[in-house]
T-cell receptor, first 109, second 113 residues
Framework: GQSLEQPSEVTAVEGAIVQINCTYQ??????LSWYQQHDGGAPTFLSY????GLEETGRFSSFLSRSDSYGYLLLQELQMKDSASYFC??????????FGRGTSLIVHP | NAGVTQTPKFRVLKTGQSMTLLCAQD?????MYWYRQDPGMGLRLIHY???????AKGEVPDGYNVSRLKKQNFLLGLESAAPSQTSVYFC????????????FGQGTRLTVV
């Protein structure tokens, strides 16, 4: 089976940097993905890490350590529009995507 | 390009009624999934398909059936709705095993009374 753990809620102020952690346990591993979901909306893909290290996409970065079964999403220069839920997910290839329970990010002015 | 389209967007059912949720994708994706999302529970996989004519059970399949007669469509059926099936249902698709990104529909908010 597969399970993922991430904090239920994180708060930060506009302009700050925030890190959302994700630890996972899987019987097989293909990669770690991150999705963003605004209230009432659909999840949208943010990033994917198959190998150890940091991947940067604009203000967002994602990190993976396969030896520690751990990854994180880093959001810089936070904006109010970043208030959303963020999900980590494992899977890819022939593995079924499995999602964590999500982290609600609240950005305060 | 519409991407992934779900119909209907909202529905209220009485206990015991049946209904079918339709998911259509126009990206020629092989893999399609049905998830349900409940508060604090994240996205839980109901059923999935890895190609036309194939289906398989996910984490929470009880009370649901699916069919994938055409590659672009993935149908989710509730034969006898129960209040426990009140949820938001998301369909997603993925190109194939070489690609990780999943594309989601806008969701169907189902209430069973």
């Amino acid at each position: 089976g597969q399970s993922l753990e991430q904090p239920s809620e994180v708060t930060a102020v506009e302009g700050a940097i925030v890190q959302i952690n994700c630890t996972y346990q899987t019987s097989g591993f293909y990669g770690l993905s991150w999705y963003q979901q605004h209230d009432g909306g659909a999840p949208t893909f943010l990033s994917y890490n198959a190998l150890d290290g940091l991947e940067e996409t604009g203000r967002f970065s994602s990190f993976l350590s396969r030896s520690d079964s751990y990854g994180y999403l880093l959001l810089q220069e936070l904006q109010m529009k970043d208030s959303a839920s963020y999900f980590c997910a494992v899977g890819g290839g022939s593995y079924i995507p499995t999602f964590g329970r999500g982290t609600s990010l609240i950005v305060h002015p | 390009n519409a991407g992934v389209t779900q119909t209907p967007k909202f529905r209220v059912l009485k206990t015991g009624q049946s209904m079918t949720l339709l998911c259509a994708q126009d990206m020629n994706h092989e893999y399609m999934y049905w998830y349900r999302q409940d508060p604090g529970m994240g996205l839980r996989l109901i059923h999935y398909s890895v190609g036309e004519g194939t289906t398989a059970k996910g984490e929470v399949p009880d009370g649901y059936n699916v069919s994938r007669l055409k590659k672009q469509n993935f149908l989710l059926g509730l034969e006898s709705a129960a209040p426990s099936q009140t949820s938001v249902y998301f369909c997603a698709s993925r190109r194939d095993y070489t690609n990780t990104e999943a594309f989601f529909g806008q969701g169907t908010r189902l209430t069973v009374v």
